[in-house]
């Protein structure tokens, strides 16, 4: 597995467009939507894992949201859960976390979902 390679997993969003099923106390990527034992987010971290080593797997979050990430995702380090200052839609998010990662590794090659 190549070392260079990292993933950034988005999951700041409050899921409007999935409500009523999506809350914002409780949004989309924590939800077992597709009916498989496992949340969204959880089933992109799996995927992930077959091109990334677990520790190059980063989420970006905002701070209500945290505690759900680290509950769902408890093989995550601290360091891997990003916290937004201020939620700001995609690009702002995409550009906290390659910013973070790549002060880590310049070489890095990063996939975003």
């Given at each position: ?27 989309k ?17 799996e ?6 080593p ?7 979050t ?22 937004e ?18 002060n ?10």
């Amino acid at each position: 597995m190549n070392k260079n390679n990292y993933a950034i997993i988005m999951a700041g969003g409050i899921g409007s467009r999935f409500w009523p099923i999506s809350r914002s106390s409780h949004p989309k990527q924590f939800i077992d939507i597709l009916g498989t034992g496992k949340t969204l987010i959880q089933n992109t971290y799996e995927r992930f894992l077959k091109v990334c080593p677990k520790e190059n797997i980063y989420v970006v979050t905002n701070e209500n949201y945290t505690k759900l990430v680290k509950s769902q995702l408890p093989d995550m380090g601290e360091q891997q859960i990003l916290t937004e200052p201020v939620m700001r839609n995609t690009a702002p998010c995409v550009a906290y976390g390659c910013f973070k990662i790549e002060n880590l590794n310049p070489d890095a090659i990063i996939v975003v979902a």
